[in-house]
């Protein structure tokens, strides 16, 4: 090689880097893909330049939609991969608002409601609600607070679902959870849709699989319960071992079927214990709450947009529903299919349009809410603001829920509209990466909507 040749060779990388560096990539993809900056990249690593928040992170089910509606109509604006970032949902002139309450709307086909909610409070039932989301809700946040004045309200005790493992379960503080031996499958990962449920995951032990739950004093109606439920589905026969908190090892002998079998430990209890070795048995979760009041599952699930409801079985959900079965299931997404760039979520809007009248389907007797997405921020020029998309996300949502006839909340008008993520951060409500709630900030959202749900029962 002649002297000087490997400079050259340097100079022209660092030219085709600067090249790529000033292509607009997001805004040719509609936000599709990130913008590169090797130079940025460096000086971030080295400590010149500060980081922005958390970066965004596309549902990869979601990015496989829009890529699929770019290949059936490529012509298409609102459904190209390359179409320029257009907002085609028209906004409302104002969030419908009751004083200072940000109510829920109600596009409901015969305006009803939350019909089915208020009936089974009132029917002295059990009356059961499932918060379906992402990582904003993870480890109970939000939700654990909403079931505090839920129950505080109406009666019940216990925390409802729980999975039958977590990589983190110290971070829950309405639960202690603990146990091993088992392998989760997810539905995006490769899971068989015949043992989906709501909670889009379930169980397999890989040998000797034990399961622990215990109560916690953080919240004054979940140190104890007075149902313990085990749901599952046996191919084989096979052996369960469950025990309550002071009890006695319960040996159950489980015969061999297709269908949901449940065990269930009627007594009041601060904990509940199983193990089996049967390789074969899918577990589909844990359950603990009481025999009235109300029970509020929460079922997180980090990176999903939402539109993998649609691979629930509703079969499943059918055989579920005698043991488990909901009045109200709200919808928490949005937070994985929204970019900084890209106002066009008319996909977005159709798929969940899908998944509302699935989950009708696989839960005829609930109401359906969607929360719209929180406030999000992004910096622009060193300064954090609400990021400029979000109002396109939220747009889209509330013309899901209106396309599908469900309820709607405005969870970023509640917690305070436009750059109310900064007011959050500074109040320690919400994390550094300007996206998820912290504990403190999630009891207060709570309130809003707990607000919200009375309101409409009225």
């Known amino acids: 090689m002649k002297k000087g040749r490997p400079l050259i060779i340097i100079f022209l990388a660092l030219v085709i880097v600067t090249i790529l560096s000033l292509l607009p990539l997001s805004k040719w993809t509609g936000g599709r893909v990130k913008d590169f900056s090797l130079i940025s990249d460096i000086?971030?690593?080295?400590?010149?330049?500060?980081?922005?928040?958390?970066?965004?992170?596309?549902?990869?089910?979601?990015?496989?939609?829009?890529?699929?509606?770019?290949?059936?109509?490529?012509?298409?604006?609102?459904?190209?991969?390359?179409?320029?970032?257009?907002?085609?949902?028209?906004?409302?002139?104002?969030?419908?608002?009751?004083?200072?309450?940000?109510?829920?709307?109600?596009?409901?086909?015969?305006?009803?409601?939350?019909?089915?909610?208020?009936?089974?409070v009132s029917s002295g039932a059990l009356a059961r609600v499932a918060v379906v989301g992402d990582s904003y809700i993870e480890g109970d946040i939000?939700?654990?607070?909403?079931?505090?004045?839920?129950?505080?309200?109406?009666?019940?005790?216990g925390v409802g679902y729980v999975s039958m493992h977590s990589d983190f379960p110290g971070f829950r503080r309405s639960v202690k959870q603990g146990g091993n031996g088992w392998k989760t499958f997810m539905a995006n990962k490769k899971a068989e849709s015949r043992y989906l449920d709501l909670a889009?995951?379930?169980?397999?032990?890989?040998?000797?699989?034990?399961?622990?739950?215990?109560?916690?004093?953080?919240?004054?109606?979940?140190?104890?319960?007075?149902?313990?439920?085990?749901l599952f589905i046996a191919p084989d026969d096979c052996v369960i071992n469950v025990k309550t908190a002071g009890g006695e090892w319960q040996e159950r002998n489980i015969t061999a079927s297709d269908t949901v079998q449940c065990i269930e430990v009627a007594a009041p209890t601060s904990g509940f214990e199983l193990k089996t070795s049967s390789t074969s048995l899918v577990g589909l979760g844990v359950w603990l709450d009481a025999d009235s009041g109300v029970s509020l599952d929460c079922m997180s699930s980090r990176g999903f947009s939402g539109i993998t409801l649609t691979k629930v079985n509703a079969g499943l959900c059918r055989q579920m529903a005698p043991y488990v079965d909901y009045s109200l299931i709200i919808l928490e997404f949005g937070i994985n299919a929204m970019s900084a760039s890209q106002k066009d979520y008319s996909v977005y809007c159709n798929r969940m349009v899908d998944v509302i009248n699935h989950v009708r389907r696989c839960y005829p007797r609930a109401d359906i809410l969607v929360m719209?997405?929180?406030d999000r921020g992004e910096k622009r020029g060193g300064v954090v603001r609400s990021m400029s998309t979000a109002p396109a996300m939220i747009s889209a949502q509330r013309d899901a829920a209106r396309r599908a006839h469900c309820l709607f909340w405005d969870t970023r008008e509640a917690m305070g509209g436009e750059d109310a993520v900064v007011e959050w951060s500074d109040a320690g409500l919400i994390n550094k990466d300007y996206i998820h709630m912290t504990h403190k900030g999630g009891a207060r959202l709570a309130g809003e909507l707990f607000r919200a749900i009375q309101n409409s029962m009225k």
């Not at 409901?108 to 939350?114: A, H, K, N, Q, S």
């Not at 995951?201 to 004093?217: C, F, K, L, V």
């Not at 004054?220 to 439920?229: F, G, N």
Request: charged fraction near 20%; charge should be negative; hydrophobic fraction near 35%.
């Open 43 to 120: 000086l971030k690593e080295a400590g010149i330049m500060e980081r922005s928040p958390e970066a965004e992170q596309i549902d990869p089910e979601l990015l496989k939609a829009m890529e699929e509606a770019e290949a059936r109509n490529p012509l298409t604006a609102s459904d190209s991969v390359l179409s320029q970032p257009i907002d085609t949902i028209i906004h409302p002139a104002k969030t419908p608002r009751s004083g200072d309450l940000v109510v829920i709307e109600d596009y409901t086909t015969d305006g009803v409601g939350l019909v089915q909610f208020s009936h089974a």
């Open 142 to 157: 939000f939700t654990q607070d909403l079931r505090a004045s839920l129950q505080n309200a109406y009666g019940g005790s």
């Open 200 to 230: 889009e995951q379930y169980s397999i032990p890989t040998g000797n699989a034990t399961a622990t739950y215990e109560g916690t004093d953080a919240f004054p109606t979940t140190s104890c319960w007075t149902r313990s439920r085990f």
């Open 372 to 374: 719209g997405v929180g």
